[in-house]
Each structure stands twice: as C-alpha cells, then as structure tokens.
C-alpha cells in the first residue's frame, strides 16, 4: 500500500492546516489506535510516571506536551517500546507492546529530535534496510520513496553520499521519509522540527495534517506550543507524572489562542 | 591564541571516555612508549657495542637510527597535520567565531611545532645520550641535542605539509570508494607486515646471535655510508649534530626551509579551498532497484556495512583479519626459530610441548586482541541504539545478528590461518586442530563476555572491558603458563589441549546461561550514546 491511498488525487488546497475535518473530533464509539492505562515508571525511587491515562483516536493528530523532565520523553520511550514500565498497559493499534512487541512496533514509524540513521550507510541504503525490516513489497518502496523524498524535498543525489556527510535537517529529512515508507497506522513525531528549515517545517506540518485526516494517528510532542496550538486536533498537558489537562481544540477553538496561558497556568497551580 | 591552543589540542587527543579508562589509556601509551625506547635503546647500544672496530660505523648507524626516527616523524606529522587543519567539524564550528585565519593556521602550526618537539625528543635524545656516553662527547654534545628535535621541525613537518593536502583528498576519494579503500588497506597491511617480518627477522637474529656478522658487515656499513650522502638536506642536520660542523646549519636551513614555505603555502591555500567546497555538486541520484530481502538479511548487511564501512574498523579490524594468516606465520615462525637455536633450546627443550603450547596460545591471542576490533556491539551502533528497540525485530534476533557476524568472519580468517601453519609445515596436524578449536571456543566466550559488557553500557557509564580483557589476555596467558608446568611434569600434549577446551567450556557456559536469560533487561535499558 502507497503512503497515501489517493496520491494522485492529492489536493494541496484540501490539507491545508487552517481547514480542520470535522470528523477528527474525538467520538466516544471509537477504538483508540493508542491507549495508555495507569502508565507507572520509576527511576529508582524517583517515580516519573504516576498513573497516566491516555487515548488517542484514528484521524486524530494529537499534541503531547509539558515542562521538561515532566515525564514527556518517558512516556513516549515506553509507548513505542524503548523503555521498560513498571506497571499499566499500553496497546498500540490494539496490540499490547508488552505481549505482542514485534505487531505493536509493525503499527507506527517513528522519528526521534535527533536524527538516528545508520551514518556509514547512503541515504538510500539506509531507506532500504527500513523497508526490508519493514517488509515493504517493492512496488509499494518505489512509490512511497518517490513520493515522500519529493514532499520534503529531499535531493534524491544527495542519497547516493554516506548520510555522515549530511546536515542536521538533511538527516532529520530522511528520518521522516524512513519512518512513513511502511504506511504506519500510528506516526509518532518527538520535537520533529528541530533542526529542519522553515519550507520543510510548514511541509511537515501539512503531511501531518493530510496524514491525520486520511484516518491514521499522528502523535506528536513538541516545545513549540504554537505549533501544536495551530495543527493538534486534541493536546495532552502533563504534569506530575499525570495527563494534568486534556483539551479538544477542535470543539473549544478559543483553546488554540489560549493555549500558551493554559500550559502556563497548568504549572502554576500546580506549584 | 591560547584558547585556540586548547582547543586543538583537545581535537587532536581528547577522547570521550570516562576519567578512569583516560587515565589507564595514557598509563598503556606510557607504557609502550618506554618499551618502544627502551627497544630502540637496546638496539643501538647492541650494536654500537658490536661495531666499535668500524671506524665509520657508529656514525652510520647513528645516522640510520635518525633516518628512522625522521621517517616516523614525517608521516605521523601528516596525519596530525590532516586532523588539525582538515576537520570538518572544526572548519565549521570556527567559522562563526570571530577569528582570523591567520590566527587559526598559526594556532594549528604552534600545536604541531610542540607535539612534534616533545614526540621526537623522546625518540631522539636517548639516542644521542647513548651515542655520546659511549663515545666520550662533549657536555655540548648533549645541550646542542636538546635542539635536535626543533630542527628537525622545519624539514619534517615541511614535508607533511607538502603532502598533508593530497593525503587528505586521497582519503576522502576513499572514504567514498568502500571497496577500493578496503583493499588498498589491505595491501597496506601487508606491506607493513612485510615490513614488521624484516624487523623481526632482524631482531630475532641479533637475539639468536647469529646474523649479526652479516648485519653488520663493512659491506653494509660502506653502503650505509654511501646512503647518508643522498639525504639532503638532512646530511646537513646531522655534520651539525653529530659532528658539531655548525655552519651548516644555514644549508639546512635553507633546503628545509624552501621546503617548508612551498608546504605552508599549499597548506594554507588548500584549507581555505576545503572550508568552501560542496560534496553534492558531482553525485548522481541513485538507482532504485530495490528488492524486498527477509529481517535477517537486512539485519545482517547493516552490521557488515558497520563494521566494513567505517574507516576505523578496517584497521583495527576487517583489513587486520585478513592479514592475520600472513602474522600469525610470521610470527610463529620468528618465535619457533628463536626457541629451537642458541641458549633457549636447553631451556624449552625442559618442557616436551614447550613450542606447541605457546604456538597454540599465540593464535589464540591473536584471534581474541583481532575480534576486540569489532566487539564494540552497542557502541558502534552510537544514536541509533533507539532504532534497535523500535524496529519491529526481536531483540535476541538483533544480538546473535551483532555478535555473530564478527564471530563467523573471525572464524574464517582463524581457519585460513591454522591451515596456512599446517600447510607451511609449522604446526602438526594435532597442533592444528587444537589450536583452531581451542582459538574458537575462547573466542566465542570472548564475544559472550564483550555482549554482556556492551548491553551495559548507560549514558553515564561507559563500558567496562575488564571481563573482556581478562578474556583475551589473562585467561590464555594462565593456560599457557598451566600447560607449561603440566607439560614439565610430562602430560601428554593432547591432554593439555584437551583440557584447555574443557575449561573454556566450563567458564564459557555459566557466563552464556546468564548473559542469555539477562538480555532481555539489559536491552531494554540502554541508551543512546551521543
């Protein structure tokens, strides 16, 4: 399967980040893609995570944040399996990650703030050993390759030089294109601007946008509120190892203005 | 300046590594610094000391050790030169500063003047101070030494600077070029090897007492005489140094001194001309011909393009693996000839398998000191340690992948290099077989031991290759001094190795247990290292 289903009816004007689909709201009926119950993780006798309670929803593009050492980063680890937890469960596509590890890591493409690719490989080497781990057929490698390197804008010359010669945005680039060439369910995205110009930035936020809306999850944290404020359909706050607010920015559009003052607010009380 | 001074010094030495391993890292170099100078020492005064009767001599020894010392001196100059003016991280980070380039090529060339005075120094005066002790110099002799090295600067480190920039760019066409870079080094390997032989030869003939007639006939002296004549300008350097002809100082001066303005010049052109250069003007897009290959094939590829697609690993691994036959042949072989001639054949002829047992141990040093090249698991893995628990493969599948694609390469060069012994008639079909099995089962600990002690590895705690060390060095060196007693209290040689095989199972197999029921953990907690 392609990235995206209808590629060639790819309509720019249709995604873009100001137009919000109604039916990204969440619904009640609806299966999580992620669900998170009394999430607990402790760092000797330092508990971060004290319960956290969190499901994301299938077109949903969802903000994820907080201060930081808030248990941010932790949460997202044990979500895409990088970190063991000390007590909860967390399904991914309704795979639990503890039980079923291989199908929970099969449903999502991930990308870290820093870029993590093979450096001694080519860029295109690189794409390939993804998607032979991934298992992508090569018509759907030919396609999703194309299409993906062409929306980013990624020079298709420069995949021939080991990815050692890269700078920061060109590997972060090719860390996007590696973790959507199997068409994931669930698209988790930690800080994933750092670093990229502001053309790939504004195309970055469109492809999560289009992303979302074509019923898949994107996750997504990041320290630029405003960010989140403009693209997020819902945004976790987190807080003493707590989702500490939950709002619907769809439902309550005021939020998005209001967003900054609320984080702020939500550390305030707290403290 | 001084910040400057710093800084590149750290670029040329510091390395990221925890007080402690930085602290034995610098005791080791220490260590095989004064082994190296005690062996040059050795060797000079041995044969100062033979050839006195030679009325030219000593000086064309002296004169020979100098060449050497000059030889090392200009090629390490160039790759210190390569790391200090060709760094790419270091020309970009400058670059924001509000530094001149004058003051950054100045900076680099003081750092180069110090490292280069204090590096011959310590090669250099002890020649002279063995040379005037034994000849009765002057205490001018030794003060006018004390300038040696500072002299010697502006030829040799004029010469790296000649061939800093080509050195750099042929490495860098290299670096691009996988498989021409691999067997180049390869061939570089073997000519160092080749090299390392003749060394050897000559070392263990002046041990044995044998050849140093030959070695040191008036043939060879008058040749070496003759050779001194065509090492301008350093011919110079030395009338000034050895024989005090001081004038000559300004012939020297003026050779190495042309050279070392022609060498600045290019140096200085050619890291203006690298700070502006653009790699992606000339690549092409590449080929799509994908083909879907299963997990393991692709886990597989990715660890042989880790460890053959980094320059580090071909020197200190995938070229030395190639070249271990040909070593450990030559190694065998020097040692075999210097216990079976002279005064060390009564003593090894007191223990029967004296020869074999210590052939067996160093194939098994040599396999373990050539796999530590490539046991670096996690940490040549570096931020993508997160990219091992997110892709959708097991992590047992991930760690016997790691682990055992060093092993099967190291196994194969072992075998060639057992049978290469057994063909050449060095070692006995009994000595051949043991040696092979006994090498693997140590060095499959070895790599059990290495595994466990990279899945430890947190941010704040770098590995810690005491087990591992121990492995490789301590474990056969224990067996081959037990062999020995046993072997004096007239065991049989099969029963030696035998029981060589058993131990290693024996402390292999716990360890293995362990290692494989505690992976699962110790993956899960490990993390980056940036």
């Known amino acids: ?271 | 300046m001084l910040t400057l001074l710093v800084k590149d010094f750290k670029l040329m030495f510091a390395k990221d590594e925890s007080a402690a391993k930085r602290a034995l890292g610098i005791l080791l170099r220490v260590l095989v610094l004064g082994i190296v100078v005690a062996v040059e020492l050795f060797l000079f005064t041995a044969i100062l000391d033979k050839i006195g009767h030679y009325s030219k001599a000593p000086r064309a020894f002296m004169v020979l050790f100098l060449l050497v010392v000059t030889a090392f001196m200009t090629v390490s100059s160039i790759f210190q030169a390569k790391k200090l003016f060709f760094n790419e991280r270091d020309i970009n980070q400058l670059s924001i500063h509000p530094i001149t380039n004058s003051m950054q090529v100045l900076s680099k060339l003081v750092l180069l003047f110090l490292v280069h005075y204090a590096s011959s120094f310590i090669f250099v005066f002890p020649l002279f101070a063995a040379y005037g002790i034994m000849y009765g110099r002057s205490m001018m002799f030794y003060y006018m030494a004390l300038f040696y090295p500072a002299a010697s600067f502006v030829f040799e480190v004029g010469i790296a600077l000649v061939f800093v920039y080509p050195v750099w760019y042929i490495l860098e066409y290299l670096r691009k070029h996988v498989l021409l870079e691999f067997s180049l080094s390869v061939a570089l390997l073997y000519g160092l090897a080749w090299i390392y032989s003749t060394v050897l030869g000559a070392f263990t003939g002046l041990v044995s007492n044998n050849e140093v007639s030959t070695l040191l006939s008036s043939e060879s002296i008058e040749s070496l005489v003759e050779i001194e004549r065509y090492t301008v300008p350093l011919n110079y350097l030395f009338d000034v140094f050895i024989d005090g002809r001081r004038g000559e100082i300004f012939n020297y001066l003026t050779f190495s001194g042309a050279i070392f303005i022609i060498g600045l010049t290019l140096t200085i052109i050619t890291f203006h001309r690298v700070r502006n250069i653009s790699s992606s003007s000339k690549l092409h897009p590449p080929k799509v011909k994908y083909k879907l290959r299963s997990q393991s094939h692709a886990l597989i590829k990715k660890e042989l393009a880790l460890i053959t697609r980094n320059p580090d690993f071909i020197f200190s691994y995938s070229g030395l693996l190639i070249v271990q036959p040909f070593l450990l042949y030559l190694v065998i072989g020097a040692m075999n000839a210097v216990f079976s001639s002279g005064t060390l054949l009564y003593y090894t002829s007191l223990f029967p398998n004296f020869v074999s047992v210590v052939d067996v141990f160093i194939v098994m040093m040599f396999t373990t000191i050539i796999s530590a090249g490539a046991n670096q698991y996690v940490s040549m893995e570096e931020r993508t340690v997160k990219n091992l628990k997110t892709i959708p493969v097991s992590y047992k599948r991930q760690l016997y992948v790691k682990m055992l694609i060093p092993m099967a390469l190291s196994t194969a060069s072992l075998l060639i290099s057992v049978l290469v012994l057994l063909i050449s008639g060095v070692f006995t079909p009994l000595t051949a077989l043991f040696a092979f099995v006994l090498s693997l089962t140590l060095l499959f600990v070895f790599n059990v031991v290495s595994l466990s002690e990279e899945l430890k590895i947190r941010r704040n705690k770098p590995r810690s290759s005491g087990a591992s060390s121990a492995c490789a060095y301590l474990l056969p060196t224990a067996y081959m001094g037990v062999s020995l007693v046993l072997s004096y209290l007239g065991t049989e040689l099969w029963l030696l190795f035998t029981a060589g095989i058993a131990l290693f199972v024996l402390l292999g197999a716990p360890i293995m247990m362990r290692v494989n029921r505690k992976m699962g953990d110790w993956f899960m907690e490990l993390e980056a290292i940036n």
């Open chain 1, 1 to 271: 399967m392609a990235v995206y289903d209808n590629y060639e009816l790819y309509n720019p004007a249709a995604a873009s980040v100001e137009e919000q689909p109604e039916e990204a709201t969440t619904k009640a009926d609806r299966v999580p893609t992620i669900s998170i119950k009394n999430l607990h993780k402790a760092y000797g006798k330092k508990q971060v995570l004290k319960g956290l309670d969190l499901d994301v929803y299938e077109g949903e593009l969802f903000g994820f944040i907080g201060r930081n050492g808030i248990g941010k980063s932790t949460t997202m680890d044990c979500v895409i399996g990088a970190k063991k937890f000390d007590q909860g469960k967390i399904l991914l596509n309704g795979y639990d990650v503890r039980l079923h590890p291989i199908e929970a890591k099969f449903s999502f493409g991930y990308v870290a703030s820093e870029p993590s690719c093979y450096e001694v490989m080519t860029g295109y080497d690189y794409l390939e050993f993804i998607a032979s781990i991934y298992r992508i057929s090569e018509g759907d490698f030919v396609r999703n390759f194309r299409y993906l390197c062409s929306r980013l804008n990624l020079d298709e010359r420069e995949l021939s030089n080991p990815a050692s010669n890269y700078s920061h945005g060109m590997k972060q680039k090719l860390c996007l294109v590696a973790s959507l060439l199997h068409n994931p369910k669930i698209w988790v995205l930690d800080e994933p601007t750092v670093g990229l110009d502001i053309m790939t930035v504004e195309e970055l936020k469109k492809m999560m946008r289009e992303y979302a809306n074509h019923g898949n999850t994107v996750f997504v944290t990041s320290h630029n509120i405003d960010l989140v404020a403009k693209l997020c359909d819902r945004v976790a706050i987190v807080n003493d190892g707590k989702v500490a607010a939950l709002y619907d920015l769809n439902r309550e559009p005021n939020r998005r203005i209001q967003l900054p003052k609320l984080f702020m607010d939500t550390y305030k009380t707290k403290e």
